[in-house]
């Protein structure tokens, strides 16, 4: 299965009753396995989870921790980049090449790399003691 067929076919499973804003996101991890997520909302705004950050937890669940492509669509008028919290989680799994695709449901797309979404990104290399 592609990444954008994927992600078109989880975002149909989005819990998104308060903004009616369904995402979408697909993620391949070096291995070549796919893993999809969707947004899910909550009553208690804040509290819900993007279609991104499930399709992580989807994959370190099954025991994967590198991603190689990122696919991303939404129902809007142009290409929806992941939110910053987003963007930290997919840098955390993927190296600053990895390809992330921006998608529409009508077909506009828009690709960038994941330093390029997230410059100067805080890594495990911030966290070493020296």
């Keep these: 299965m592609t ?7 989880v975002r149909e499973n989005a819990y998104a009753p308060y903004s009616r804003y369904k995402v979408g996101a697909a993620i391949r991890t070096v291995s070549g396995k796919v ?21 992580i937890a989807a994959m370190v669940a099954a025991g994967e921790i590198e991603i190689a492509e ?16 987003c963007r930290q989680k997919i840098a955390e799994f ?3 090449d990895v390809p992330v695709v921006m998608a529409t449901v009508a077909g506009r797309r828009s690709e960038t790399t994941v330093a ?3 410059p100067g990104a805080f890594g ?3 966290m070493d003691g020296d």
């Design 3 to 9: 990444l954008e067929k994927a992600a078109r076919a």
């Design 35 to 55: 893993f999809s997520g969707c947004n899910v909302e909550n009553a208690a705004y804040p509290e819900g989870t993007c279609a991104e950050a499930g399709a």
């Design 70 to 85: 990122v696919f991303v669509i939404a129902d809007a008028h142009m290409p929806v980049p992941p939110c910053g919290g």
């Design 94 to 96: 993927a190296k600053g």
């Design 116 to 118: 390029d979404l997230l």
């Design 124 to 126: 495990r290399e911030h």
